[in-house]
C-alpha cells in the first residue's frame, strides 16, 4: 500500500473531506504519483473502523476532480500529478512570505497575532474575490 | 432511493408517560444511521418499533416498505440486536450458530463460520464465558448470518471497553462494506458513532430533534462570533439554533444552506459534538419551559 489514511476526530473536519485532503496533499508532495494504487475501500474500512460510504465518497470526489480513476473490480488510481507547475512560483512566494514574517517579527507581532492577522486578511480578500 | 425506515406522527406511549411522541423520520436505504440522545430519549422504543417488538400508539412505522414483524418474510428482512447483546448463557457459541440456522431461512453458514474464526472464539464455549467484546461479536455474527438487507443494533458498543469497541466497530463497518447493508445503531455517545455513521438522528425529550446526512448537517450548521448584535437582523434563510452574548462578543450557531459572506463574523465549522449537545440542549430547555411558566 503507497499510503495509509488517518482520521483526526478532533479536526472538525469531516472524515470524507479528511481522505480527499489526505490525498490531495500526498499529490502535491510528490508522495503519490501517476499509477499507484489507492488503498481500497475495504482495507481503508476495515483499519480505521469508518463507513465505506464515506471512502467512496471521498474517491469519488476525487475523481471528479480528475486526479484518480476508478477501475471496476480492480481499484482506484492515481491519474494525474498535481505538483511541477506552481513549484517555482511557490518558491519565490514563500521567499516573500520569509520577508513578510520577519518584518512582522521585527514590528513585535508575537506568532499568535501574525496567525490571527494571516487568516482575517485571506478571509477577507477571498470575500472581496467574491463580491 | 428506497427508504429503509419511515414513521409517520410516530409516538409510544407507556401509561401516562410519552416515550416517543411526533416521529416524523425518511431514513433512506443503504445508510449507517446514528440513533444519539441521552437516556430515556426514546432510543430502544423507537428500535423495538422499528422491529415490531412493540407497537405504536399513534402514528404508523413502516420498514423496507411494510409494517415491521408483518410476516415472516419481513422477519428475514431485519436483523436486530437488542440492548447488551443477549445471548444464551449456557448454550456454547457452535449452538447458537445451529440456532441461528434453524432459525434463519437465509442463513448464511459459511459467513458466520469465517465470521466467528476471525473472530477467534472457540466454538465450544459457552456464551456465559465469553467475555463481553466476544458476547457482542457473537451477536453482531448471528444478525449479519441471517443475511437481512436492515440491521438494528441497540447501544451496541455501549458496555465494551475502548479495544472492544473498535474491533467490534470494524467488523461491523466490513459486513457493511461486502453485504450492502443498512444500519441502525444506537448510542447515547456522539463519538461512538461519528465515524461509523452518515447518517444522524438526534432524539431528546421523546422527540425527533435534528435529522439528516451528517455531510449535509455538518456543511449546513456554523458557529458565527462577532461584535455584539441582535440575532434578529440576520438575512433570511439563517435559522439561530443557539445564540449566547457578553457585553461585546455574539456568538451564535446558525443552520443555513447559503455561504455566510458577512465579514464581521468569524466564521467556524461545528464539529458533531457541539452540534448534537447544542440541539439536546434545546430540548431540554424547552421540556423544562411551561413548568417554569407555572411556577411565575
Given at each position: 500500500m503507497v499510503i495509509e489514511f488517518h482520521l483526526d476526530g478532533?479536526?472538525?473536519?469531516?472524515p470524507y473531506q479528511q481522505i480527499v485532503t489526505q490525498v490531495r496533499h500526498a499529490l502535491r508532495l510528490g508522495l503519490l504519483r501517476e499509477g499507484d494504487q489507492l488503498p481500497t475501500v475495504k482495507d481503508v474500512v476495515s483499519r480505521?473502523?469508518?463507513?465505506?460510504n464515506t471512502v467512496s465518497k471521498a474517491y469519488r470526489e476525487l475523481e471528479h476532480a480528475g486526479l484518480v480513476t476508478a477501475r471496476a473490480g480492480v481499484g482506484t488510481f492515481v491519474?494525474?500529478?498535481?505538483?511541477?507547475?506552481t513549484l517555482a512560483a511557490q518558491r519565490s512566494l514563500r521567499a516573500g512570505l520569509e520577508r513578510w514574517l520577519a518584518k512582522a517579527r521585527r514590528s513585535g507581532l508575537d506568532e499568535e497575532t501574525i496567525e490571527a492577522l494571516f487568516q482575517s486578511t485571506v478571509r477577507s480578500s477571498a470575500v472581496q474575490d467574491i463580491a | 432511493m428506497s427508504t429503509a425506515v419511515r414513521a409517520r406522527d410516530l409516538g409510544k406511549r407507556f401509561g401516562r408517560r410519552w416515550?416517543?411522541?411526533d416521529c416524523n423520520l425518511e431514513v433512506p436505504a443503504g445508510r449507517v444511521v446514528g440513533l444519539v440522545?441521552?437516556?430515556?430519549?426514546g432510543k430502544s422504543t423507537l428500535l423495538n418499533l422499528a422491529v415490531g417488538v412493540l407497537t405504536p400508539t399513534t402514528g404508523s412505522v413502516e420498514v423496507l416498505g411494510s409494517?415491521?414483524?408483518?410476516?415472516p418474510e419481513q422477519l428475514a428482512r431485519v436483523g436486530f440486536v437488542a440492548q447488551d447483546s443477549?445471548?444464551?448463557?449456557?448454550?456454547?457459541v457452535e449452538d447458537h450458530l445451529r440456532l441461528g440456522a434453524r432459525l434463519?431461512?437465509?442463513?448464511?453458514e459459511s459467513l458466520a463460520q469465517a465470521r466467528i474464526a476471525r473472530i477467534g472464539l472457540?466454538?465450544?464455549?459457552?456464551a456465559g464465558r465469553l467475555s463481553g467484546g466476544q458476547r457482542a461479536q457473537l451477536a453482531l455474527t448471528l444478525a449479519v448470518a441471517k443475511r437481512p438487507e436492515l440491521l438494528l443494533l441497540d447501544?451496541?458498543?455501549?458496555?465494551?471497553?475502548p479495544l472492544a469497541r473498535r474491533e467490534f466497530m470494524q467488523e461491523l463497518m466490513e459486513a457493511v462494506a461486502e453485504h450492502e447493508l443498512s444500519v441502525v445503531l444506537s448510542s447515547h455517545l456522539v463519538s461512538d458513532l461519528e465515524r461509523a455513521c452518515d447518517h444522524l438522528i438526534v432524539l431528546g425529550e421523546s422527540r425527533v430533534q435534528v435529522a439528516g446526512d451528517i455531510d449535509d448537517l455538518l456543511a449546513t450548521h456554523h458557529r458565527l462570533t462577532g461584535?455584539?448584535?441582535?440575532?434578529?437582523?440576520?438575512?433570511?434563510?439563517?435559522?439561530?439554533i443557539s445564540a449566547s452574548h457578553t457585553d461585546r462578543q455574539t456568538t451564535l450557531l446558525v443552520r443555513t444552506e447559503s455561504p455566510v459572506h458577512d465579514p464581521s463574523w468569524t466564521v467556524s465549522s461545528l464539529d458533531l459534538e457541539d452540534l448534537v449537545l447544542t440541539y439536546l440542549r434545546n430540548a431540554s430547555k424547552q421540556a423544562s419551559a411551561p413548568t417554569l411558566e407555572v411556577l411565575r
Open positions: 478532533q479536526s472538525g473536519i469531516s480505521l473502523a469508518i463507513n465505506p491519474t494525474a500529478t498535481m505538483s511541477d507547475d | 416515550a416517543l411522541s440522545g441521552p437516556n430515556g430519549a409494517r415491521p414483524g408483518a410476516g443477549p445471548t444464551y448463557g449456557a448454550l456454547s434463519n431461512p437465509g442463513w448464511d472457540d466454538l465450544h464455549q459457552r447501544e451496541p458498543v455501549a458496555s465494551l471497553d461584535p455584539r448584535r441582535d440575532p434578529a437582523d440576520l438575512p433570511a434563510g439563517q435559522q439561530v
